[in-house]
């Protein structure tokens, strides 16, 4: 101020004389004043600025708020990849006047198609999951802390099994512009690690453990800490059960896991689609979402089912399951075949809603394809084959067998709740026809030595069929897709597509591309070392199904 | 709070104000301002009594008059826009009256005119050391277009402004010298009466349809809103200064790093009365694309979704002409009626007007109403205080339809020939389908998407900007300008649940509520020139302003109707909303000081400091100077000067830029999924945010010949933006999150821009005048941020693999895409198996670039005594055009080009079999027959339908007119316009201006992007103006 002054005074004071005194004096002192608070105002500023908080969403929420999204994509990301890994494994195919690349075992490049589980580990799980369990910590939540360490190493082991290599040590460090790629065999004992911390934090009852604040976030197991340690032992089953390939597979680790985790269908993992706002919150596979309703059953699950592969025994799940025709038959699409494998129009199957096209909202839907069908993330029977498989490969084929029907028996069980979820059309499965079906030597041997491979993992297939993507993608992998045991195919009947997409080489679908508007746009540099930006990289073996150590 | 404290401030000074006025010893001074041209009087001349506050204005008959001068030699100094400035030394004897006339010459445009410049301060053109032109409120008026900022295109050289579409209510957008900002707006800032003035147009992402990973979202593509300046009546519009660059708008700051528009509203005069004007438009369609009528859908349209590969059509076959049929001639009627006048001092004007614009568009149920209500006025209260206080209502209401992909142009384009459109419903009143179909996948019906969906907005504003100019020392001058913006927008928008869009979810309907208060408040200390030595002055100012932004919108989502046909969310049965609140706040101090060298040599240095809200501090702080400078030749060397006057400018500029609100610090946002919770929405923390700084530089000149006929005004300008803030950046999802915004890009751009004037004949009766504006700019990518390899604005990927992105080295109006596979000579890539041309999987550049090579506004007025002829031609050359809907067309076997389908062909390429890039490529000999293949055209690559060099002839208006004589009415005149009546150009679609989105969308958005979009139509309006 007083260099202004000294600046200006001459000009000042020329025009004083011009001036009237009682004009010049108090307005004087008033222009000073105005001068003043011209200058001074950006100095009061500091408060005025501070409107740059997002008024619009908190920064930070209670743990348990963290939850409720991660939960959903947990059920929700798997039937979105599953479209995509489905046609891999012949689940079902999409009919049109060509065959599809997913249906040739290839990949759409440029495309983020199977790679939604990608986008939930690293974002929808991401920060929120970090975020969450740092709260929990803090807070001694250990029961949240524990399901948060749950939720990281599903994570890490779908991705892994799906892509092989993934971003594990650098993940969610947003000062990176690229990010190293770590072995699989890293995430299998990153996922074995966080599995173990989760068991022994669901184990602990101090600290601010709380079943009630769980469950506002939680409405899988509704906040009971005890159905989660079974499942964090189920999980641990499912990693340890990917090693028969390995040396290090141990049959009695994987039984012993499995008799930790669930005891019966009520423990299955379900996911209760709420189904009130018009969209997001209705099963992926449900009606109104109309995400599969172009697709159709193909011709290796009905085998499976129809007697074919199983000595002429219907398998009474067909009819709840699979969807017929127009005419009442049951019919399956050969994935080789383009136009509805020249079936005419009542031949054809319809949708698995059980309609030519899209029902009207409201019309009763089939099995698992109901908007508000409780959607598996992991089930008791799907537990159940994984320790009659381990019994089996370590020769206890008795104790494989029993455990083997009981598995079938739990399935038949949850094919008869999922279709009370939700007023589906199928009627249930009588308990003489489980009976009949279970006493018939074509499905359940009378002599446990008659037990086969085959047996185990094709009711397993039948079992996880449109919903366990992950788990029976990896199983058929474990068996290289058509591994054969005394000349019997393990999934019967199952062929590779004869002709392979064109960047196959000749090799089948081993994993999936990391997702491309991540990586193949924004990370090639961390690609290349893995083999990724070669046009046959998925087609490399996955480290979990060569044989080693 | 500055602005609480400025105000205690302004509550003391009235405070003070009876001691103050007070004169002895005094005389008047009268007298009258005449046009030294013509002798007829001069009104609303400023004149003002040199080194005091006394002044007065001249009312109609040219008269004024200054009492209580004091007695003494005075200098008088008249200013008066549109003249050139005069000082005239007068005497005044205590108690007599001095009479004292003064001879005024207008200039059209030359060195000595005065003409506005930033912050509304005017200054004499030849001090400016910047490019900056402006445009009379009557030619804005006169182009007959409901939104002003239309009429901009053409009249100033380097503004480019693009039409989304030619429906009614259709968003503008501005571009002043090129795209330099790759993801934020490149608009300029747009003031009106010294202060900013909203010109934003809602984006959809405010939308609770378009909440994150919504199924339903319209990404600006299918929808469109006014741009808010639209509000302003043209008729309202005194004159508008363009301010180009960062040099000229270096006081406006941040907000101007685009340029700025500046707009002066009307102020009564002396003798204004009462003014009305009409005007009765007709409007036709441009046209519609040819389909082909040989060749019938396949089979029937049982299964297919209007593919038309099927049969030839039987001879006979009755055709109806829906397209035709469809548009309708419409009618827009305007009114604007004023009332303005002065006192005989000057001392005190007012200004009244009201204006109705009713438009119809030619789609049907389309159109734009719009009211307004304006009033100001000023006053000279004392001595030292005058006050002015404007005030603009206005009242918008907007009907428009759906656009691009959910838009009716394309389910017009698609539907049967064979079928009559216009039954478009069935006779129990619901929608009939044609197809085997479902609802949700049938293409709507042309009809039934107007008649039964709903784009309607409504806006309700109110500007008000109260001006104090305080003048109690004669040296200096305080002018503090406070003024309200805001405004209220209600939109709603339905999806009939009928229809393909609303199907899915049994009808979707959205209401958001827009309100909008935006309050600035700026302050200046203007000193008035001071004499250094007798050749040597400065002048100068100091200032600040505080600007305080705040926009809620509340959005409504209702799906699943009840009732099909009842409009309003309580008649649905799911409903969610979502709040979206916005606030920015800036404080600014700026100065400037001019120095003056004997009238030929000028410099002017000016600084701003800014503070924003939106940046982490203590980076929101950031200060950034110019220097501009003008010298004028002709005068320093009068032996030049006496053949041709000339003027030399140089400026150089910095300025900051902020980032938008809430962009660096991550906030959550409530999921739409399975029983709720928070998640991080796709942006990731970036705590080291900070100022994005542009460095601009231009040069130039303007040279006047014949007495200033002819006149030639070039500039070049060159601009790099540093540290760009790129708005959604994507990086590995390895982040944690999907899209950062980061510092980082680097953009240059540089152009050259001519404006010629010329005044080829001049006589009593007839004369000439040109204006040519010619512009070249260009815009360049030079980095990206993180050396990411390609950065695009997601909502311009509307149509197909194209999208506007860029990569450094590219153009900031480029298009990457799935483009073809070529080999190192450039030959397409052909499929062994197929014949086909292979494309990538990646978004690639292919060179294409939709910057024009240069463009030409070229206006002509003749007058021949009573008649007067104005046309504005709007010329391009080059820039590329994507014709979308053409490529839509062709997949589907109706574009014309499709009917040689049956002719067997091989496409120009090379086999790609492992010897393509060798010395001796495979040549392509694989002959396919499109109508065996219907791959041929369904997996056709958009990149045949990127139509390169686009040039075009366009006739934007012409106006005839003829004033009546003077009668019982003071004025009258008549007048017919045509607009857009003709376009000679090379593109092969409806019309070569188009946005794909909105002026919602950063970046170059889909300027360019021709997808299912309706052309300007053609329109002729006749009207009268009367003066009483």
Not at chain 1, 2 to 15: K, N
Not at chain 2, 265 to 285: D, Q
Not at chain 2, 974 to 1001: K, M, R
Request: glycine share 10%.
């Amino acid at each position: 101020m007083p260099a202004w002054r000294s600046r200006h005074r001459g000009i000042y004071s020329r025009e004083t004389a011009r001036l009237t005194p009682t004009y010049e004096k108090p307005m004087k002192r008033i222009f000073l004043l105005l001068l003043a608070g011209l200058l001074l105002a950006p100095a009061g500023c500091k408060d005025f600025l501070d409107v740059n908080t997002n008024p619009n969403g908190p920064e930070t929420v209670s743990a348990n708020l963290y939850l409720p999204p991660m939960l959903h994509w947990l059920a929700t990301a798997p039937p979105y990849d599953g479209r995509y890994i489905g046609r891999y494994t012949q689940q079902f195919m999409g009919p049109a006047s060509s065959i599809s690349l997913w249906d040739r075992m290839g990949y759409a490049a440029g495309s983020d198609a199977a790679a939604e589980q990608w986008r939930d580990v690293y974002w929808s799980f991401g920060q929120n999951l970090i975020d969450m369990m740092t709260k929990a910590q803090n807070e001694e939540r250990w029961d949240i802390l524990g399901v948060g360490q749950i939720l990281k190493a599903w994570g890490w082991q779908v991705l892994t099994d799906m892509h092989g290599e993934i971003i594990i040590k650098e993940a969610f460090d947003q000062s990176r512009t690229t990010f190293d790629y770590d072995t699989q065999e890293y995430a299998y004992f990153e996922v074995d690690s966080l599995l173990h911390e989760a068991i022994a934090n669901l184990q602990r009852n101090d600290g601010a453990v709380d079943a009630s604040y769980l469950a506002v976030g939680d409405k899988i197991y509704n906040g009971d800490r005890g159905q989660w340690l079974k499942f964090a032992y189920g999980l641990l089953a499912l990693n340890r059960s990917h090693f028969t390939n390995k040396s290090t597979y141990n049959a009695d680790t994987v039984i012993m896991l499995v008799d930790q985790s669930f005891q019966s269908n009520a423990d299955d993992a379900l996911f209760p689609y709420p189904a009130v706002t018009s969209n997001d919150d209705k099963n992926f596979f449900g009606t109104s979402r109309d995400n599969i309703t172009g697709y159709r059953q193909t011709e290796f699950i009905l085998n499976l089912m129809n007697g074919t592969e199983f000595g002429g025994t219907v398998d009474p799940r067909m009819t709840r399951m699979l969807a017929p025709s127009p005419d009442g038959q049951y019919r399956g699409l050969d994935v080789n075949v383009a136009n509805w494998s020249g079936l005419d129009s009542a031949q054809r199957p319809m949708n698995f809603f059980g309609y030519q096209g899209l029902p009207g909202a409201g019309q009763p839907s089939r099995y698992i394809f109901s908007d508000k069908s409780r959607f598996p993330i992991m089930t008791y029977a799907q537990l159940q084959f994984v320790k009659a498989e381990a019994q089996y490969l370590k020769g206890e084929k008795g104790a494989a067998l029993a455990t083997y029907e009981n598995a079938i028996a739990a399935h038949i069980d949850f094919v008869n709740d999922r279709n009370s979820d939700d007023g589906q059309s199928p009627t249930p499965i009588t308990e003489a026809e489980k009976d009949a079906f279970l006493s018939d030597p074509n499905i359940v041997p009378t002599d446990p030595n008659d037990l086969t491979l085959s047996h185990i993992m094709s009711q397993k297939y039948i079992a996880q069929w449109m919903w366990g993507f992950n788990e029976l993608w990896m199983d058929m992998r474990r068996y290289h897709y058509t591994d054969t045991e005394s000349g019997i195919e393990v999934f019967r009947g199952f062929a590779l597509p004869t002709n392979l997409f064109v960047d196959n080489n000749g090799k089948p679908v081993e994993r999936a591309r990391p997702r491309y508007n991540s990586e193949y746009v924004w990370n090639q540099a961390g690609l290349a070392p893995i083999g990724g930006l070669e046009t046959d990289y998925h087609t490399k073996p996955l480290w979990i199904t060569e044989p080693g150590s | 709070m500055p602005l609480r404290r400025v105000i205690g401030f302004l509550a003391l000074a009235f405070a003070a104000l009876p001691a103050l006025a007070f004169a002895q010893g005094t005389g008047n001074i009268r007298g009258r301002a005449l046009d030294a041209g013509t002798g007829g009087p001069v009104t609303a001349v400023q004149i003002n009594v040199d080194g005091t506050s006394l002044g007065a204005q001249t009312v109609d008959d040219g008269s004024y008059s200054i009492r209580n001068v004091p007695a003494g030699q005075h200098i008088l100094v008249t200013r008066r826009v549109g003249y050139e400035p005069t000082r005239d030394t007068v005497t005044v004897q205590a108690g007599s009256t001095v009479t004292h006339d003064f001879s005024l010459r207008s200039v059209a445009t030359n060195l000595n005119e005065v003409v506005v410049t930033a912050l509304g301060q005017t200054a004499v053109q030849r001090s400016i050391g910047t490019a900056q032109q402006s445009v009379s409120g009557a030619d804005i008026a006169a182009a007959q277009q409901p939104n002003f900022v239309n009429a901009l295109q053409g009249r100033v050289a380097g503004v480019n402004v693009t039409n989304t579409s030619g429906v009614p209510g259709a968003s503008s957008s501005i571009i002043i010298r090129g795209v330099s900002s790759i993801s934020g707006s490149n608009q300029p800032l747009m003031v009106i009466d010294g202060l900013p003035m909203d010109n934003s147009t809602l984006g959809t992402g405010v939308l609770a349809s378009d909440a994150p990973n919504s199924a339903v979202a319209f990404d600006n593509r299918g929808l469109d809103f006014t741009n808010r300046g639209a509000d302003v009546n043209p008729d309202d519009i005194e004159s508008i200064t363009v301010l180009k660059g960062p040099e000229a708008a270096a006081l406006y700051g941040i907000d101007a790093a685009n340029g700025a528009i500046v707009i002066t509203t009307k102020r009564g005069r002396a003798g204004g009365g009462l003014e009305y004007s009409n005007s009765f438009r007709i409007e036709s369609p441009r046209g519609a694309p040819d389909i082909q009528h040989v060749y019938g859908p396949e089979n029937d349209l049982g299964s297919q979704s209007f593919l038309y590969f099927g049969d030839k059509y039987p001879a006979g076959t009755q055709f109806y002409d829906n397209i035709d049929s469809f548009f309708e001639t419409s009618l827009t009627q305007k009114h604007n009626i004023s009332f303005s006048g002065a006192t005989s001092d000057g001392k005190i004007n007012y200004r009244l007007a009201s204006g109705l614009t009713k438009q119809n568009g030619v789609v049907p149920t389309t159109d734009y109403d719009r009211v307004n209500l304006t009033g100001a006025s000023q006053g000279q209260v004392t001595d030292w205080l005058n006050v002015d206080l404007s005030m603009m209502y206005s009242y918008a209401d907007n009907d428009q339809p759906f656009k691009g992909a959910g838009g009716p142009l394309l389910g017009l384009l698609v539907w049967p020939s064979t079928d009559d459109a216009s039954v478009y419903l069935n006779p129990s009143g619901t929608r009939r389908l044609i197809t085997g179909l479902s609802a949700g996948s049938e293409l709507d019906n042309p009809y039934f998407s107007v008649f039964k969906n709903q784009v309607n907005s409504k806006n309700n504003r109110l500007i008000a900007n109260l001006a104090l100019t305080f003048s109690p020392v004669s040296w200096a001058n305080l002018r503090t300008i406070l003024g309200t913006d805001g405004y209220t927008n209600q939109n709603l928008i339905l999806r009939h649940p009928e229809s393909r869009w609303g199907f899915g979810s049994n009808g979707i309907i959205d209401e958001a509520d827009e309100i909008t208060r935006n309050l600035n408040a700026q302050t200046l200390l203007n000193f008035n020139s001071y004499d250094i030595t007798d050749k040597l002055s400065i002048q100068g100012l100091i200032g600040n302003a505080v600007t305080d932004e705040r926009t809620t919108v509340n959005g409504l989502n209702g799906q699943d109707f009840m009732d099909p046909n009842f409009v309003s969310a309580n008649n649905t049965r799911i409903k969610f909303n979502r709040t979206t609140l916005t606030r920015r706040r800036l404080v600014s101090l700026f100065g400037q000081a001019v120095f003056n060298y004997d009238n030929y040599l000028y410099l002017t240095l000016q600084g701003r400091n800014d503070w924003t809200s939106t940046i982490p501090r203590p980076r929101n702080s950031f200060f950034y100077p110019s220097v501009t400078s003008s010298f004028v030749f002709s005068d320093a060397f009068p032996s030049i000067g006496k053949h041709m006057t000339g003027k030399l400018r140089a400026a150089y500029a910095e300025v900051g830029r902020d980032a938008p609100p809430y962009a660096y610090r991550p906030s959550l946002i409530n999921a739409t999924t399975s029983y709720a919770g928070y998640r991080y929405d796709f942006w990731g923390p970036n705590l080291a945010l900070k100022p994005e700084f542009a460095k601009s530089y231009e040069f130039g000149t303007e040279l006047g010949f014949f007495d200033d006929r002819l006149g030639l005004d070039v500039t070049y300008y060159q601009k790099e933006t540093d540290d760009q803030i790129v708005q959604n950046i994507r990086g590995s999802y390895g982040t944690g999150f999907v899209l950062f915004n980061m510092n980082g890009a680097t953009t240059r751009n540089h152009g050259l821009e001519i404006s010629l004037r010329g005044t080829p004949i001049r006589t009593q009766d007839f004369s000439w005048d040109i204006l040519a504006n010619f512009d070249r700019s260009r815009g360049k990518v030079i980095s990206l941020p993180r050396d990411l390899p390609e950065s695009y604005v997601s909502d311009t990927w509307l149509y197909g693999n194209v999208r506007d992105g860029q990569a450094p080295g590219m153009s900031t109006m480029a298009l990457t895409g799935q483009f073809f596979q070529r080999n190192d000579k450039g030959q397409l890539l052909i499929d062994p198996t197929t014949g086909l041309p292979l494309r990538h999987s990646d978004f690639i550049d292919a060179g294409y670039d939709r910057q024009p090579n240069f463009t030409v506004g070229l206006s002509n007025t003749l007058r021949y005594k009573r008649f007067t002829f104005d046309f504005l031609l709007d010329m391009r050359k080059g820039g590329d055009i994507f014709n979308a809907t053409e490529h839509y067309l062709t997949v589907r076997g109706l574009a014309t080009s499709t009917l040689d389908r049956e002719t067997p062909r091989v496409i120009d390429g090379v086999l790609k079999d492992g010897n393509e890039n060798s010395a001796s490529p495979t040549p392509n000999n694989i002959s396919v027959i499109p109508a065996e293949d219907p791959n041929y055209y369904l997996n056709m690559s958009e990149e045949y339908f990127i139509e390169k060099d686009i040039n075009w002839v366009r006739l934007r208006s012409a106006t005839l007119s003829y004033i009546l004589p003077q009668n019982w009415v003071r004025n009258a005149s008549l007048y017919v316009t045509g607009t857009d009546l003709f376009i000679i150009t090379n593109y092969t679609g409806l019309d070569p201006v188009v946005n794909g989105n909105t002026a919602a969308v950063g970046g170059a958005g889909a300027v360019g992007i021709d997808y299912g979009n309706f052309p300007i139509p053609r329109g002729i309006d006749f009207g009268i103006r009367l003066a009483f």
